[in-house]
């Protein structure tokens, strides 16, 4: 009997024990917010057809001596691969290159070309080999013309999704212009605007 009531009050006296401390609830588990992951921008796309205007500077040398203000209208085709860009453009100067020093003049250039670049984030570096259809008026005032090769090199800047602004400078080189022992080169730097379709 002496054992039962020793016994009950040792569980008397530890349920007051905790019942004084009472039940303490765990602290949560502080959350754990991801890091933010950087996105980098997408890279703009070069793939459509465009058309825009140009306005530059030409220069004529060898059987036209003389240089002025040119310009004109463009249009063409781009297929964006992703590493590289391939297309096409026509485009089409007028010209108001003379010679100093007699009538002969230059008159228009109409360049079909094929563009090879390299895109970086909203920027095209790129490019161009074709020809030229030149039009001038020789030291008689007598109409001539030539298709000629053309080379060239062209940065295009994207603004925004369907704008983009740049500059080329290209070159045509006129052997032999219009069947004759006389050379025609011409050398045009522009600035370009076009409106992505």
């Keep these: 009997m002496k054992r039962i009531i020793v016994t009950s009050s040792i569980l008397a006296l530890a349920g007051s024990a905790a019942m004084a401390g009472g039940y303490t609830t ?21 793939d459509g057809f465009y058309a825009g205007a140009q306005l530059g500077y ?12 040119v310009g004109g209208l463009h249009a063409g085709y781009l297929r964006d691969f992703g590493g590289y860009v391939l297309g096409g453009e026509l485009a089409y100067n007028a010209a108001n290159i003379d010679d100093s020093n007699s009538a002969a003049k230059v008159n228009s250039m109409t360049d079909l070309k094929m563009i090879a670049g390299a895109p970086y984030n909203n920027m095209l570096f790129y490019g161009t080999l074709g020809a030229s259809y030149v039009d001038a008026d020789n030291a008689s005032g007598d109409s001539i013309s030539d298709t000629v090769p053309l080379v060239g090199v062209g940065m295009k800047y994207a603004i925004n999704p369907k704008w ?34």
Excluded: C
Aim: glycine letters at 8%.
């Design 26 to 46: 765990p602290a949560p588990a502080p959350e754990v917010t991801p890091a933010p992951v950087a996105v980098a921008p997408a890279q703009f796309s070069w």
């Design 164 to 197: 983009t602004v740049g500059t080329e400078l290209d070159y045509r080189k006129g052997n032999n212009f219009d069947g004759t022992t006389n050379d025609l080169n011409t050398t045009t730097l522009n600035l370009t605007a076009s409106y992505k379709f």
């Design 58 to 69: 030409g220069k004529a040398d060898q059987s036209i001596d003389g240089d002025g203000v």
